[in-house]
């Protein structure tokens, strides 16, 4: 059974960090995706930052590059976000996914998620 369990949301103030965790038991992403979305109150979950083709390509949202970076574990069993410069619009919950079948950057495409983490950015 695939269990995602995410860690370190929390609040923080515009221009601050946090690093968020995401550890999957159960899975590794050698051979396909696992990534981090989020959903700010009252819009659609969005793709922030994703591995894909087993771990060897990336891709981020516009509105994150140059602040949040992905990394994975060797194992491949866990991947961190670490979020630099976090603006106010980047408050919401915050969900790790895994095993992608189809298109890597939709939320439809993903078979497990966490139960997410919230993160609060204070202007």
């Known amino acids: 059974q695939v269990q995602l369990v995410e860690s370190g949301g929390g609040s923080v103030q515009a221009g601050g960090s946090l690093n968020l965790s995401c550890v999957a038991s159960?899975?590794?992403?050698?051979?396909?995706?696992i990534g981090w979305f989020r959903q700010a109150p009252g819009k659609e979950r969005e793709g922030v930052a994703l591995?894909?083709?087993?771990?060897?390509?990336?891709i981020y949202a516009d509105s994150v590059k140059g602040r949040f970076t992905i990394h994975p574990n060797d194992a491949k069993t866990a991947v961190s976000l670490q979020m630099d410069s976090l603006k106010p619009e980047d408050t919401g919950t915050y969900y790790c996914?895994?095993?992608?079948?189809?298109?890597?950057?939709?939320?439809?495409?993903?078979?497990?998620w966490g139960q997410g983490t919230q993160v609060t950015v204070s202007s």
């Open positions: 591995f894909y083709g087993g771990g060897t390509s990336t």
């Open positions: 996914a895994a095993d992608c079948v189809g298109y890597y950057g939709a939320v439809r495409s993903y078979k497990y």
């Open positions: 159960g899975y590794t992403y050698s051979s396909n995706c």
